[in-house]
């Protein structure tokens, strides 16, 4: 019987990803990194973001800056603005977040969108903005349709993941955990007993092959030290112990599938950590998006980088750029 899932697509794996209560793109939304970047948005926000205004949030994902831009204007109770975010994957964030009315009502998402072929008419936006997100585009496609759709004297802004900085590095680590887990001798274990749990065992039998999964899992665990990402192996741990805990109560598809569904998910993982470092901006890279955005119309060309106490670690970078009035 085989149950291996077929490799999931890019778009696939980040709308399986999308398709939760989650504003993050990586790691909790209190993590050492939110809080410098959300305070990055906001002050950039208060300082320039102006009701009546429109803006575009690109590659949005569940529309963390979107969102937060909403909330900007609603603190200072005057007036609002109308946001857009777009987003390749099929993103559905009304379904998953639990937003206050006043916010979702600025907001308008657009599922299955692709930045580099945004259906919006020329010079629509006073700001087109992106965390984590342009950078995944192809480079002088995504700057030149960003550009088009900006009005004479608006602002793009980009919050761009750092080859060098502190998530790539943590994506990497995590990365090699889920192939390791994925790997994993304790998943083969599981699927042999619930065969075998299947097959016909007295209760004494059952609770031997269960300590045997259970003693399989500690070897891993023992071995593989300290995790990268806890959750995460937890997860697959009790899952499997779980799993062959009910099996009697099951048919055995119905046991083999919840493997298979942690071992696409695992792969998804991998996969959406291998995205992100592929889609990583070196500091090179950083001169060909000036480049770009120079040769596409924009002035007032700024790059920066944004960094987390207590050792100043690089976390991502930044650009600015104004549309040429």
Not at 112 to 131: G, H, I, M, R, Y
Not at 218 to 246: D, I, K, W, Y
Not at 286 to 293: F, I, K, S, T, Y
């Amino acid at each position: 019987m085989n149950t291996t899932a077929p490799p999931a697509s890019a778009d696939d794996r980040w709308t399986r990803y999308w398709h939760a209560p989650r504003l993050a793109s990586c790691g909790p939304a209190d993590s050492a990194y939110a809080g410098p970047i959300a305070a990055h948005w906001e002050r950039l926000f208060l300082r320039g973001l102006r009701p009546g205004q429109r803006l575009l949030d690109l590659c949005a994902g569940n529309g963390a800056i979107a969102v937060l831009a909403a909330r900007t204007i609603l603190r200072r109770k005057k007036g609002r603005i109308r946001i857009d975010a777009i987003d390749r994957a099929a993103i559905d964030p009304l379904r998953f977040l639990e937003l206050e009315a006043p916010v979702a009502r600025q907001i308008r998402y657009h599922p299955k969108t692709d930045a580099t072929a945004l259906p919006f008419p020329e010079a629509t936006f006073s700001w087109v903005v992106s965390q984590f997100g342009v950078e995944y585009a192809p480079r002088s496609a995504v700057v030149a349709e960003a550009l088009r759709v900006t009005r004479p004297g608006g602002r793009l802004h980009f919050v761009m993941h750092a080859r060098e900085g502190l998530l790539a590095r943590q994506a990497e680590r995590e990365r090699k955990e889920a192939e390791v887990l994925r790997q994993a001798p304790f998943l083969v274990r599981t699927r042999e007993i619930l065969t075998q749990l299947k097959a016909g065992h007295d209760p004494a039998g059952a609770q031997l092959l269960l300590q045997a999964l259970k003693a399989e899992i500690e070897r891993f665990l023992t071995s593989h030290g300290q995790p990268v990402n806890p959750q995460m192996v937890r997860h697959a741990c009790n899952l499997c112990l779980h799993t062959a805990s009910v099996a009697p109560h099951f048919p055995l598809a119905t046991l083999l599938a919840k493997i298979a569904e942690l071992e696409a998910e695992l792969d998804a993982h991998a996969g959406r950590l291998q995205d992100l470092l592929a889609a990583a901006v070196s500091q090179e890279d950083l001169a060909r998006w000036r480049a770009d955005l120079a040769a596409h119309g924009a002035v007032r060309i700024e790059m920066g980088a944004l960094r987390v106490a207590p050792r100043e670690a690089l976390v991502a970078w930044t650009v600015d750029a104004r549309k040429q009035p």
